[in-house]
């Protein structure tokens, strides 16, 4: 089936500095999402890009759907320690009713 | 958005039991999704359920380990059959929302911690 990459697995960042990560796949997908998980609660939305080029921002999120339709990444400035969690991205093949597959996951932790 | 109940947020059973988890959605939803994420990983689609059909199960699932019932257009349930401490995992249902662009999102319950011992 369809797999996605994820980088970094995981990174230490300090307060207040910049974090970029990414996900690419083999497939070309129509929808892409990035989600935060917090510990012991479900995924939020943070970002969704439906457009090959588009570039949305959420506060100080900012997301790019790739040319290729084959990557996205997400980039977090001025880092918070509540930035602390695990970042996912999932991606849709096709129309409404499609489920989405999901990257393994980069794991943040903000150092104060 | 989307507002998704799950009950109940975790549980610790014994093994060789089964555990059924409730799902319910604010709203009318076609189609509700069940994934499973195993400590440290991401998600596993279970199963797509519809209203009034069988569920749709993903390959490695199957319907006698995972029943799901959907009865109704706000809720689902999922039992976790016979349990074995293999199955210790975050159960999540998901549903879909259209966004006003014309895509698609996925909204998430908070999740069902199962522990089995």
């Known amino acids: 089936g369809q797999q996605l990459n994820q980088s970094p697995q995981s990174m230490f960042i300090q307060e207040g500095e910049d974090v970029s990560m990414n996900c690419t796949s083999s497939s070309i997908f129509n929808t892409w999402l990035w989600y935060k998980q917090d510990p012991g609660e479900g995924p939020v939305l943070l970002i969704a890009?439906?457009?090959?080029?588009e570039l949305t921002s959420n506060g100080r999120l900012t997301a790019q759907f790739g040319i290729t339709r084959k990557d996205s990444f997400l980039n977090i400035s001025a880092s918070i320690p509540s930035d602390v969690g695990i970042y996912f991205c999932a991606g849709q093949l096709g129309p409404y009713g499609q489920n989405f597959v999901f990257g393994p996951g980069t794991r943040l932790s903000v150092l104060p | 958005s989307a507002v998704i109940s799950q009950k109940p947020s975790r549980d610790i059973c014994q093994r060789g039991t089964s555990l059924t988890i409730q799902c319910q959605v604010d709203?009318?939803?076609?189609?509700m999704f069940w994934y499973r994420q195993q400590p440290g990983q991401s998600l596993t689609l279970i199963a797509t359920a519809n209203q009034g059909s069988e569920a749709t199960y993903e390959s490695g699932f199957v319907i006698d380990k995972f029943p799901i019932s959907r009865p109704n257009l706000t809720f689902s349930t999922l039992t976790v059959s016979n349990m074995s401490p293999e199955d210790s995992s975050i159960y999540l249902c998901?549903?879909?929302?259209?966004?006003?662009?014309?895509?698609?999102?996925?909204?998430f319950g908070q999740g069902t911690r199962l522990t089995v011992v």
């Open positions: 998901s549903v879909e929302g259209m966004q006003g662009a014309g895509g698609t999102e996925a909204f």
């Open positions: 890009l439906y457009k090959a080029g």
């Open positions: 709203s009318q939803v076609t189609m």
